[in-house]
C-alpha cells in the first residue's frame, strides 16, 4: 500500500499514446503511483484488442459501449455508466468497440490474486 495525497489530475495535460489493435486503435492517457496505474482510454469505432489480457482491471465507461469478450467465447455489453471489475489470473479478456468508446481503467497491485 502507498500513501497518495490529495490531488486532481487534468487529463488534458496527459500525453495520448496511441496503440494499434487488431483492427481499429486505443488511445491511453496513463497516471502511474507505484502500483497504481489510472488511465482514460478511448478505443476507435471497429476496434479489436490485439491480445487477451489477464490482468485484473476496474473499467467504468464514460461515453459510448464496447464488450468484454472472456476466452471461453462469453460476451459482456457495457455502455455508458456501466463498470466491471476483475483481479488478476482470473479470466482471459479482450475489449471490441463498434462504434468507439471512452473508459476510465484503474488497476495495479491490490487487484493481484491471492
Known amino acids: 500500500m502507498m500513501n497518495i495525497p490529495f490531488q486532481t489530475i487534468d487529463w488534458t495535460a496527459i500525453e495520448k499514446v496511441l496503440y494499434n489493435g487488431e483492427t ?21 469505432h471497429d476496434y479489436l484488442a490485439d491480445h487477451w489480457c489477464t490482468k485484473g482491471h476496474i473499467v467504468h ?10 476466452d471461453t467465447g462469453e460476451q459482456f455489453l457495457l455502455s455508458a455508466g456501466m463498470t466491471y471489475v476483475v483481479s488478476d489470473d482470473l ?10 468508446v471512452k473508459l476510465l481503467i484503474i488497476d495495479g497491485d491490490f487487484l493481484k490474486s491471492t
Open 91 to 100: 479470466s482471459s479478456h479482450r475489449s471490441i468497440s463498434e462504434n468507439g
Open 24 to 44: 481499429g486503435t486505443a488511445t491511453w492517457q496513463t497516471v502511474q503511483y507505484g502500483g497504481l496505474r489510472i488511465r482514460l482510454v478511448t478505443y476507435s
Open 61 to 70: 465507461c464514460l461515453e459510448g459501449s464496447f464488450s468484454s469478450e472472456l
